[in-house]
């Protein structure tokens, strides 16, 4: 088992229905150590990075608008093998695909209203966390 830590948003959608508790109570059930967190407002300008891969679709706008529509939570969490299990706790991004007892499954709406962001490798992982964290403000 690896021990790995990987960078999770609470997406606005989550902080509307107010589920981060349920959320969070759900990765700390596994285990789970937060060793990040923080609130706040993601700008244009870090969404063209974060979905770089997206900007260029018809439907990037729609994103940014949702994103942008309230504050989010980042959060860090370290584990054994947290990446695959995080992931596989939340569902596929699709939530109406998303079997029941998923996070996205039991509160996700579609494939961008699907609560909450998770990384998808050890890569993307270590750019997000320096994507929406200082190295101050992990605690690994």
């Not at 999770?8 to 285990?31: A, H, S, T, Y």
Request: charged residues 30%; proline residues 5%.
């Amino acid at each position: 088992m690896m021990i790995e830590t990987t960078c999770i948003i609470l997406k606005p959608d989550c902080m509307e229905k107010r589920l981060q508790g349920e959320v969070i109570r759900r990765f700390n059930e596994q285990g789970f150590e937060i060793v990040g967190c923080k609130m706040d407002r993601l700008s244009e300008e870090i969404l063209k990075e974060h979905y770089a891969h997206l900007v260029d679709k018809p439907f990037f706008p729609e994103i940014v608008a949702f994103m942008r529509s309230r504050p989010v939570i980042f959060l860090a969490i370290r584990g054994e093998n947290s990446i695959a299990t995080i992931r596989d706790l939340l569902g596929p991004t699709d939530s109406t695909i998303a079997p029941k007892g998923t996070i996205r499954g039991d509160f996700g709406t579609d494939k961008m209203r699907n609560i909450a962001h998770a990384s998808d490798s050890a890569d993307s992982a270590q750019q997000e966390l320096r994507r929406f964290f200082l190295p101050e403000e992990l605690f690994i």
